[in-house]
């Protein structure tokens, strides 16, 4: 079966400020990986997502991640965040051949002025 | 392109009584469909997915059921609510490999 764990509920940051959020998931088999982002009282959008290829990926508003197969982690990075990244961040793994998305427990990002 | 509704959006409903979510996606046909249940604090749970007309698999026993009585509906009920039923209900479909969310259902149980 698999797993995520995201490490950290709640990550508050000042303005202009890198930030990381951690992914580690669990499973016996090969894995697609996602983030989504939800912001307050909506449903989840995709932020970014690792399916092949490039172990780094990059979604359009400056967050990126990185594959680690060794570590089974799938950090969240981001090297200045603005006060509209204020949201909660969801990681989630599925299996390749298909079957269920699991998603961790979410990580409340909180930006600062 | 794909869309996926929800409704309602915001649901107060006392202990007791009765429930029924509608989800329905339009722009594709025979999705896997799932229904999830955000409550304060504690992520994101798989409570029913479908991956077809009637077939229904329930990840977590509960007094919540759901059903698919056409392709792109599906449906969470309750004869009766619990006060822990609280919480934010999101529908999605896979497209096969990415999960696509609906905007949800605010639902409190007085």
């Not at chain 2, 059921?65 to 619990?82: E, G, H, N, V």
Request: glycine share 8%; with cysteine.
């Amino acid at each position: 079966a698999q797993s995520v764990t995201q490490l950290d509920s709640q990550v508050p940051v000042f303005e202009e400020a890198p930030v990381e959020l951690r992914c580690n998931y669990s499973s016996s088999v090969s894995v697609y990986l996602f983030w989504y982002v939800q912001y307050p009282n909506q449903g989840l959008q995709l932020l970014l997502k690792y399916l092949s290829g490039s172990t780094l990926v990059e979604s359009i508003n400056g967050f990126e991640a990185e594959f680690n197969k060794s570590q089974t982690s799938f950090h969240l990075r981001k090297p200045s965040v603005h006060i509209s990244d204020t949201a909660e961040y969801f990681c989630a793994v599925t299996q390749r051949q298909g079957g269920k998305l699991i998603f961790g427990q979410g990580t409340e990002l909180s930006v600062k002025p | 392109s794909q869309t996926i509704h929800q409704w309602p959006a915001t649901l107060v409903q006392p202990v007791g009584s009765p429930l029924s979510l509608e989800c329905t996606v339009e722009g594709t046909s025979n999705p896997n469909l799932y229904w999830y249940r955000q409550a304060a604090g504690r992520g994101l749970q798989l409570l029913f997915y479908s991956v077809g007309i009637g077939q229904i698999s329930s990840e977590v026993p509960q007094n919540l059921s759901a059903s698919r009585p056409q392709d792109r509906q599906f449906i969470l009920s309750s004869k009766k609510l619990l006060l822990s039923d609280s919480g934010f209900y999101l529908c999605a479909w896979r497209s096969p490999i990415m999960a696509h969310f609906g905007p949800g259902t605010r639902l409190t149980v007085t």
